[in-house]
């Protein structure tokens, strides 16, 4: 026998033993995967000498009020649905608004301690793209998300008739404040909101 073919049948020999026992451990039970579906958290898929997860992970349900998508003022997509589980504040601006300028100093400070458990997001809008990007620059707020609205699209979404307005949004979707809020207000709402 040709070395060649001796060497095959002994590979298929060692296939043949042990991959029975390999596919009986796999898969249980409860990790049984329906043909065609990929499971992506098996342990069996898994690199060799990796921990396993512990829960697969499950994503937030997106609720109707975070169902968008947008450009950022730097052309930047932008998706309210990455956002869904937290409490969002959405702050509608425009660039050319006395009261608009005086709560930014508010934002600019806050958004940055609160990112990760009340992100803001500025929704621009009523204005240039020229002057809003210039508003962003001068209160320092090119640390938050600010969207570029200037079609008004979110503004009638969330039925904004003027400027300033938050719209807050709970964890579960729950538009919980509409309308103008004082810097003072804004932190303790957002406070809260990151407390609860």
Known sequence: MPPRTARRLVTAAVLAATLPGAASCAVGPERATPVGVVAAASPAAAPAGSPSPAAPVVPARVPET??????????????AAALAGKPVVLWFWAPWCATCASQAWTVAEIAPRYRDTVPIVGVAGLGEQK?????????????TPQLDDRSGTLWRRFEVVEQSTFVIVDRNGRVVHQGFLDGESLTRQVDALARG
């Open 66 to 79: 975070l169902s968008f998508t947008a450009k950022t003022l730097d052309g930047t997509a932008f998706s």
């Open 131 to 143: 002057a809003m990007k210039e508003f962003v620059t001068e209160f320092d707020l090119a640390g």
